[in-house]
């Protein structure tokens, strides 16, 4: 299993970004998959989420991006995206990109991406 | 929103047990991961499902999770075990997961 993420930068506030992420080594269209990213200092912040062909691809987010970011899919590429919108400083992070473990929501994610850093500054 | 709350900082001799706590409400109705993040790499699961390991984790590290705090040990300590640990639960109510805040281990 691989995970590799691409597509960080730097941007100014207000800017946009796109994230993506190429699996390899397993089934990609079964699994759920999930950002998280964790700010320069800090802990990991859960991003969001982007369920399987199963579960209508059905997406979740966290407080902090909803309406800002959204996840998608490329079940034909076995690439996983961030569109990243109305960016401000606070989103300055690695971004991670991970599967999750099983076919339901509360299991934990078991494969991780190297990450790739975003970073909003003027 | 659902909080987990973990201590900042653990220091243990090595070859000692170290015991790391993340506290939730009711957090024993939940399923809890611990992931084990080293200084410049990204984090690795190394508990799912309370108290399960994947493959290629040694056996020293133990989860169990109960009432309202749930706990990862390290049965003894080695030097390649300093690093910071997070625990994780899904939180169904919220649609979310949420992350502890984070423990750091320090190997004396």
């Known amino acids: 299993v691989q995970l590799v993420e691409s597509g960080g930068d730097l941007v100014q506030p207000g800017g946009s970004l796109r994230l993506s992420c190429a699996a390899s080594g397993f089934t990609f269209s079964d699994h759920f998959m999930d950002w998280v990213r964790q700010a320069p200092g800090k802990g990991l912040e859960w991003v969001g989420r982007i369920r399987d062909k199963t579960n209508s691809y059905t997406t979740e987010y966290a407080a902090s991006v909803i309406g800002r970011f959204t996840i998608s899919r490329d079940n034909s590429k076995n690439s996983l995206y961030l569109q990243m919108n109305s960016l401000n400083t606070e989103d300055t992070a690695v971004y991670y990109c991970?599967?999750?473990?099983?076919?339901?929501?509360?299991?934990?994610?078991?494969?991780w991406g190297q990450g790739t850093l975003v970073t909003v500054s003027s | 929103s659902y909080v987990l709350t973990q201590p900042p900082s653990v220091s243990v001799a090595p070859g000692q047990p170290a015991r790391i706590t993340c506290g939730g409400n009711n957090i024993g109705s939940k399923s809890v991961h611990w992931y084990q993040q080293k200084p410049g790499q990204a984090p690795v699961l190394i508990v799912y499902d309370d108290s399960d390991r994947p493959s290629g984790i040694p056996e020293r590290f133990s989860g169990s999770n109960s009432g309202n705090t749930a706990t990862l040990t390290i049965s003894w300590v080695e030097a390649g075990d300093e690093a910071d640990y997070s625990c994780?639960?899904?939180?169904?109510?919220?649609?979310?997961?949420?992350f502890g805040t984070g423990t750091k281990v320090t190997v004396l």
């Open positions: 994780q639960v899904w939180d169904s109510s919220s649609a979310h997961y949420v």
């Open positions: 991970t599967r999750g473990m099983y076919y339901y929501d509360s299991s934990g994610l078991d494969y």
